[in-house]
C-alpha cells in the first residue's frame, strides 16, 4: 500500500487497488505467536523496496529471544554478505538448545 502512495500516477489506485491486499497477513500482528522460538528479523537500513521502519516494527513486535541484524545494502543484497552469514551461523548456534515450536 505505501509503494501506491509514492508515485503520483498511482495515486487514484490507491482505494481500489488497497482493497485487494488483505491485512491478513501483517507479520507485525503474529510475531509474537512465535515465542518461544527465537527470531531473527535482518533488514537493511537502505532498503529501497520495505522501509527499515517496518523490520524495526517486526523486531519490537517480536517477544524473546530475538536478534536484529541491520545491513546497508539494496533489497536483497544482505544475502551476498560475509557478515550475514557469519550472523546466521552465530544466532543459530546461540539458540540450539532453545524451542523449535511455537507455543
Known amino acids: ?11 487514484p489506485l490507491q ?3 488497497s482493497w485487494t491486499i488483505p491485512d491478513d497477513y501483517e507479520g507485525v500482528d503474529h ?12 533488514h537493511s537500513v537502505r532498503d529501497g523496496l ?9 523486531y519490537e513486535a517480536a517477544d524473546e ?10 533489497h536483497g543484497g ?9 550472523g546466521l551461523l552465530e544466532f543459530m548456534e546461540g539458540n540450539d538448545d532453545l ?3 511455537p507455543r
Not at 500500500?1 to 495515486?11: A, C
Not at 510475531?31 to 535482518?42: F, T
Not at 529471544?65 to 539494496?74: A, C, E, I, V
Open 99 to 101: 524451542p523449535r515450536k
Open 78 to 86: 544482505t544475502f551476498v554478505l560475509p557478515e550475514f552469514k557469519e
Open 15 to 17: 482505494i481500489p487497488l
Open 65 to 74: 529471544p530475538k536478534t536484529l541484524m541491520r545491513t546497508d545494502t539494496g
Open 50 to 58: 520495505i522501509p527499515f521502519p517496518h523490520g524495526l516494527r517486526l
Open 1 to 11: 500500500r505505501e509503494k501506491l502512495d509514492g508515485f503520483w500516477l498511482t495515486w
Open 31 to 42: 510475531i509474537a505467536r512465535i515465542s518461544p522460538v527465537p527470531v531473527m528479523v535482518i
